[in-house]
């Protein structure tokens, strides 16, 4: 035991106050959120960037178009315009021959000293209004040199009275041994009165149609009398024409 002289000393206690120290901060859950922010703002700024590139090429394509327009430039005293491009307005461009593309083609007039009395229809070629392009007439037959749809026509004056009249137009073709073939036909039979021929009843047929024709088909026109036919050339007429 220690002397009585000597004094005890009592064990320290201490006491800690929770509240003094800080809570500890919470984990935080929302890092989920910020990645699809991030997605979607990414997402935006790449939209703008190709629509930067679209502008940009829309903008030096047109450059290169309005560049290679030629300008029609005027000179002071000059009544004749000539083009220029934008790279040298200096020089004169040769004038550029245009592209004949016109389709076949062709219209006839009655011809009555070729007309017979086969009944085939002779026709002219020296007639101001009459033209063949792209075709050949040959035994009073338009002859094809290019493959097509064409529309062919045929119109016919004739005298009628009480007198039968048949109006045809006919095809000679490879496809059938060049046997002539019935395109169209139109026939009359009109009586008007009892008066002779001569006293100028009249009448026409007119006939058209879109057909096939390759090259080297044939078509021509036929009557069953052509004594019938008035010979007016501006009445008759035949011709075909590439649609």
């Not at 919470?26 to 935006?44: K, T």
């Not at 009073?140 to 040199?145: C, E, F």
Request: contains cysteine.
């Amino acid at each position: 035991m220690p002397d009585a002289g000597e004094s005890v000393k009592s064990p320290q206690v201490f006491v800690v106050d929770s509240q003094v120290f800080p809570c500890k901060a919470p984990v935080r859950r929302d890092v989920p959120q910020l990645q699809l922010l991030y997605l979607l703002l990414s997402v935006a700024l790449l939209g703008v960037f190709i629509e930067a590139v679209c502008i940009c090429h829309l903008y030096s394509r047109h450059t290169l178009i309005s560049s290679n327009i030629p300008r029609v430039e005027y000179v002071k005293g000059k009544k004749d315009a000539f083009t220029s491009s934008a790279h040298d307005s200096n020089n004169i461009l040769p004038e550029k021959n245009p592209k004949d593309d016109s389709k076949p083609a062709a219209f006839l007039q009655i011809d009555p000293a070729v007309t017979g009395g086969n009944g085939v229809l002779g026709w002219r070629t020296g007639s101001f209004s009459v033209f063949i392009k792209g075709m050949d007439l040959k035994n009073n037959s338009l002859y094809i040199q290019q493959d097509g749809y064409y529309y062919i026509f045929s119109k016919i004056s004739h005298l009628e009275n009480c007198i039968f009249f048949q109006h045809k137009v006919m095809l000679r073709t490879q496809s059938y041994s060049n046997k002539p073939i019935e395109l169209m036909e139109g026939s009359r039979f009109l009586c008007v009165s009892e008066k002779p021929q001569s006293s100028g009843a009249r009448g026409s047929s007119y006939l058209g149609g879109i057909f096939r024709l390759s090259e080297g088909d044939s078509v021509f026109v036929t009557v069953n009398n052509s004594s019938l036919v008035l010979h007016n050339i501006n009445e008759n007429f035949f011709g075909a024409f590439m649609v």
